[in-house]
């Protein structure tokens, strides 16, 4: 009897001391938004924690009941952002601080994230700037864009870019480690940089580099800047390192036009939890609501659009489908901006894993998209917008008659608009698109 009841209290304290186990803080990741300054905590099981500010100088406290930081574990040494430094210590009952040295006073946000992708459970601290309050997205739709222009000042066409994924979130990997975020984030550059190039068209980046954006945030920077088109850039990945070819998504009202489709559009939208975004806007229902009156004539647009895009993916190679597909992508959402979303490849293909690092190639799909972008554009001009410029330089062999066709302008328009008199054309001549229409 006695002997049972010592190693029962023996199993007790053993029970104990496996319950009393501390967490560990294992590893540490900043990244830097424009707006805010992500601070993410790989921890080995969930945990609870309390955070506070101190101020002269600026710091954020956050402490941890029954913690350890993990031996090696990698402190940056330079500032990220707004967080100049990060320390750790020890406080008494086993409790871990982390000290977050700053450089301004902070609006801090946390909240855990649980194991996904390459990750396990996280502690995600954004640290964001008081100044600035986070708009909800039904203000932002009711803002819309000015209904009426008192001026007749022309404005610039406004392409929003939308590079996918970045920071905690890599998107697609391929077998030979590229990230989907980086390659995306590459073509989105260049293809800002034509869009910069052109007159009349202004691009605007959703985000600018490696951290992430939620999907409404990226919604939100495109209807704040009153764009004109927004395009979501996107690197496929399947399990099947065999599937491949690029493909052009549009909204879809009834969910997800074939299993792939399906399969895709969960992937994507996983993104919002997998960034951690908190999702305790409760304004989210009347922006649904919002969202869907005007849907319509934006999905009308956004065929249209795609449809040019899908012509010039498909010059440039293969494609993963025959068509344009719909499936229920949030960034896809607007309600007045028309909205593509374009997979430029399988990452998880080796080939097209090859061709998404090759600059050349990002250049490549980049001038795709740009060129699917013109032709929109040419038949379908905002009111109140400039007549988007476009020029060509005569190259040896072109005829007049297959520069009209490729801008889809009469030969007519071409001549008149460039007061040519014949139809002799001289190498290096550059010539003035007209507008459609024209
Ligand atoms: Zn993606």
């Not at 998404?356 to 990002?362: A, E, G, M, S």
Request: charged fraction near 25%.
């Amino acid at each position: 009897m006695k002997q049972l009841f010592t190693g029962l209290c023996l199993w007790c304290l053993c029970q104990g001391l496996a319950l009393a186990a501390p967490a560990e803080v294992q590893g540490l990741r900043l990244w830097a938004a424009p707006d805010h300054t992500r601070v993410v905590f790989d921890i080995s099981d969930p945990l609870s924690h309390k955070m506070f500010s101190l101020h002269n100088p600026e710091r954020l406290v956050i402490d941890i009941p029954n913690a350890i930081a993990a031996a090696g574990l990698a402190i940056p040494d330079k500032r990220v952002g707004i967080v100049k430094g990060v320390r750790t210590g020890k406080r008494g009952k086993g409790q871990l601080r982390l000290v977050l040295d700053l450089t301004q006073a902070v609006r801090p946000h946390s909240f855990t994230l649980k194991p996904g992708g390459q990750h396990g459970h996280r502690l995600v601290v954004d640290l964001h700037d008081p100044a600035v309050k986070q708009q909800p997205v039904a203000q932002s739709s009711a803002q819309g864009r000015p209904a009426g222009r008192k001026t007749k000042q022309l404005r610039d066409l406004v392409i929003a870019i939308d590079a996918g994924h970045g920071g905690e979130d890599p998107g697609a990997t391929g077998r030979g480690g590229t990230r989907e975020k980086d390659v995306v984030l590459s073509i989105a550059r260049k293809l800002a940089a034509l869009i910069e190039r052109e007159p009349g068209m202004r691009p605007v980046l959703t985000r600018q580099g490696d951290y992430y954006i939620g999907l409404r945030q990226r919604i939100n920077k495109a209807r704040q800047q009153n764009a004109d088109l927004f395009i979501s850039i996107h690197a496929d990945g399947f399990r099947d390192r065999r599937v491949q070819g690029s493909s052009v998504y549009v909204l879809s009202r009834r969910g997800a036009s074939s299993e792939m489709a399906r399969w895709l559009a969960e992937k994507e939208n996983a993104a919002d939890l997998a960034g951690g975004v908190s999702l305790d806007d409760k304004d989210q229902l009347l922006a649904e609501v919002l969202l869907d009156l005007s849907q319509t004539a934006a999905i009308e647009a956004s065929v249209d659009v795609a449809g040019n895009m899908f012509q010039e993916l498909r010059r440039l190679g293969k494609t993963h489908k025959k068509s344009v597909q719909k499936a229920g992508f949030v960034v896809l959402k607007s309600p007045d901006i028309p909205s593509v979303l374009v997979e430029t490849a399988f990452i998880t293909n080796p080939t097209e894993e090859r061709k998404l690092r090759d600059k050349r190639h990002q250049q490549a799909l980049a001038r795709a998209m740009f060129s699917g972008i013109l032709r929109y554009f040419a038949t379908h001009q905002p009111p109140g917008t400039h007549v988007v410029a476009r020029e060509y330089t005569i190259k040896r062999g072109d005829t007049l008659g297959h520069i009209a066709q490729h801008y889809q302008v009469s030969l007519n328009s071409l001549k008149g608009y460039n007061g040519l008199k014949s139809n002799r054309l001289r190498i290096g001549q550059t010539l003035r698109i007209p507008p459609a229409g024209i």
